[in-house]
């Protein structure tokens, strides 16, 4: 896949929105690749390099990627069809919640805790790019006692919504 951009060295988010937005113009690159599963999220790869990957993922109702960083890697969203609902945990209130729809594009750096989930109504497609290439995750639980735990996860592992206790 041919992606203009920076070479030879990690993005940095307002590089990432770019990107993201650059393919979400060029349907020609992803469109084949739509896969739609109502009982998960599926994702492909569509690039990868030292520095950078991109992700298509697909979503459906009820899928839910629940809490979760992305370790040492920063990252950006495009949505290209339907909705996705983004969450990031704050201190001492309700997570703020923001509804994407087809054209939105958010971003989040390595140390962001955010649940992005589907926003309802038909199927959702969005792209997500992260540099440097996102290795790890960390999947948030609330533990005994209301306690939140961070359980480390290989990119490769669906992240989903971890269950209470």
Do not use: K
């Not at 030879?8 to 349907?27: F, Q």
């Not at 948030?140 to 992240?159: D, I, Q």
């Amino acid at each position: 896949m041919e992606l203009t951009r920076p070479a030879g060295r990690d993005l940095d988010r307002s590089e990432l929105r770019a990107v993201v937005a650059s393919l979400a113009r060029r349907p020609e690159l992803w469109r084949d690749r739509v896969r739609l599963d109502p009982r998960q999220r599926t994702y492909e790869r569509l690039l990868g390099d030292p520095h950078l990957t991109v992700w298509l993922n697909c979503w459906m109702d009820d899928h839910d990627t629940g809490f979760h960083d992305h370790d040492t890697s920063a990252g950006a969203v495009a949505v290209l069809e339907g909705t996705v609902l983004e969450e990031r945990l704050r201190l001492g209130g309700a997570p703020r919640r923001l509804t994407f729809g087809p054209g939105g594009v958010f971003d989040f750096g390595p140390s962001t805790i955010h649940r992005v989930s589907h926003g309802g109504g038909g199927p959702a497609i969005t792209l997500h790019a992260y540099s440097p290439p996102l290795l790890r995750t960390g999947s948030y639980a609330v533990g005994h006692g209301g306690v939140l735990e961070r359980r480390s996860l290989a990119a490769t592992e669906e992240l989903r919504a971890l269950p209470v206790g």
